[in-house]
């Protein structure tokens, strides 16, 4: 499978707000919008996600997507 992530600031903000987290192996695909002026919360969320997601065994991954769910 193909994936791409893609995002821009839109016509209200000077700077772009959102984070997006993109790792088809492991199934996920994040998008956090930083709600004018949540940049640095949407950065950390997508973060603590890659951080999670990168070290997680098979066993955490599955009960992590079943939390999700």
């Known amino acids: 499978m193909k994936t791409a992530s893609f995002c821009r600031q839109g016509k ?6 959102d984070s997006l987290l993109n790792i088809p192996a492991k199934g996920l695909f ?18 603590s996600f890659r951080e999670l997601f990168d070290n ?14």
Not at 56 to 69: I, P, Q, V
């Open 56 to 69: 997680a065994s098979d066993n955490e991954l599955d009960r992590g997507k079943a939390l999700l769910e």
């Open 30 to 47: 994040l998008v956090c919008d930083g709600v004018g002026g949540g940049a640095d919360a949407a950065g950390d969320v997508v973060s």
């Open 12 to 17: 209200t903000r000077q700077t772009n707000e």
